[in-house]
């Protein structure tokens, strides 16, 4: 039986400006109550018809969380009365900076996994996604981690940020965290962000390069490391996921 991925688009608000966003700026219609309630019940028709035996809701946005609080209180309801709550997994893909205390208890109760989004250490972040993104994100993932969630990361590599890959590898491990590599691609609005995009050859040869540097760590006795390169749509990405002992072997450096 499929497995399905769907996602839900509460808002395309953000408070953040990173260059390559395809979102859409300005002011932007959020999500009604009404509306959410008919695509979960669409959810659940096209889980039956396609006798899916699991979905992964992914809501997303913009900014997803700019929907606040009492969206998602009124979203997890529903979830309960309309979807087969066993036989799914809840995602939201945030930049944190809205994230409040409140808000992390509520997701931390649906059992929410939290992926997040930093490209690297603060200089390289920042770059590309505008000054003090690093540090607001960070504060969302403090908030996250103290409400007992743990937050996964999307890491966007762009032509200028692929070229200090050693460091954007070194900055994750040392964090402990789990990652995702993901290359910038062209604007779905025809926006300006042309010389970020990176092209295929780049992107395969950085994957490529972090692979040989993470087998080198690897024959020195370094932190092990698990990669996997996966498509979806038509986006291929690696993945790096750090394991626990990473953190104590940074310690001692
Ligand atoms: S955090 Fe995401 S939605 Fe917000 S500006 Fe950056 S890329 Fe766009």
Redesign the pocket.
């Known amino acids: 039986m499929p497995s399905l991925n769907l996602m839900l688009v509460p808002s395309m608000k ?5 260059e ?4 859409l700026r300005g002011s932007q219609p959020e999500m009604t109550s009404e509306t959410m309630r008919m695509a979960l019940r669409w959810f659940r028709q096209y889980m039956d018809e396609q006798r899916a035996d699991h979905l992964t809701l992914t809501v997303h ?3 997803p969380l700019s929907a606040g609080y009492d969206f998602y209180d009124a979203l997890f309801r529903e979830i309960d009365r309309s979807l087969p709550r066993d036989k799914m997994t809840i995602t939201i893909q945030s ?1 944190l900076w809205l994230l409040t205390d409140e808000l992390a208890r509520l997701l931390r109760e649906n059992r929410v996994s939290i992926g997040s ?1 930093l490209d690297g250490p603060p200089a390289i972040c920042d770059a590309q ?1 505008g000054q003090g ?1 690093y540090e607001r994100t960070m504060e969302g993932v403090e908030i996250a981690e103290r409400n007992g969630l743990r937050v996964g990361f999307i890491c966007t590599l762009t032509p200028t940020s692929a070229s200090s890959h050693s460091q954007i590898v070194d900055h994750f491990a040392s964090m402990n965290a789990n990652v995702s590599l993901h290359p910038c691609v062209r604007g779905i609005q025809g926006s300006a962000n042309h010389h970020m995009v990176i092209s295929p050859e780049t992107y395969g040869k950085t994957l490529n390069d972090i692979l040989d540097e993470y087998l080198d760590t690897l024959v020195s006795g370094g932190p092990e490391i698990d990669f996997g390169i996966i498509t979806k749509n038509t986006v291929v990405f690696g993945e790096a996921k750090w394991k626990s002992q990473v953190k104590s072997s940074q310690g001692k450096r």
């Open positions: 953000c408070p953040a400006s990173c390559y966003c395809f979102s946005g913009g900014e930049n989004s996604r993104y």
